[in-house]
């Protein structure tokens, strides 16, 4: 089973996410926080990690550098409102795999996500 980690800390949109992902037979992990999203990286060990960039505390870029410094494998998909050129080539160099400015269709990250966990499967085999 595929292991999804969802970090923002906006409620309605981790909700949303849980459910949509949730109802296609997706193991769902819900941080709200920079550090909440470290410690379940380390336990839970995420196949694909949903990353806000602005975030109370520890920002997503943050995270994504650790999160990347710990296991290059897991794949990391940037979600913002953000979409000035520098955040995106900052996010990019760090190692985010996708970078998907909000509002989005979860139509949309649903396609993304496949494409994902297609190439988790060509680099495990």
């Known amino acids: 089973m595929i292991k999804l980690l969802i970090v923002d800390d906006e409620k309605g949109i981790t909700d949303a996410l849980r459910d949509f992902f949730g109802h296609r ?4 992990r819900i941080a ?9 990286v380390r336990t839970d ?10 975030m109370r505390g520890m920002g ?7 999160v990347k410094a710990s296991d290059k494998s897991i794949k990391v ?3 913002t409102i953000h979409e ?6 900052k996010a990019r160099a760090l190692g985010a795999d996708e ?10 990250l649903e396609e993304v996500v496949i494409k994902k966990v297609q190439e988790l499967m060509k680099e495990k085999a």
């Open 99 to 108: 970078y998907i400015t909000k509002p989005f269709r979860v139509d949309y």
């Open 60 to 66: 997503g870029l943050e995270v994504l550098e650790k």
């Open 32 to 40: 709200n926080n920079g550090d909440d999203a470290l410690a379940a």
């Open 45 to 54: 060990r995420p196949d694909i990690i949903f990353l806000d960039i602005r």
């Open 77 to 79: 998909i940037m979600l």
């Open 84 to 89: 000035e050129k520098e955040i995106v080539a």
């Open 25 to 28: 037979g997706f193991s769902v």
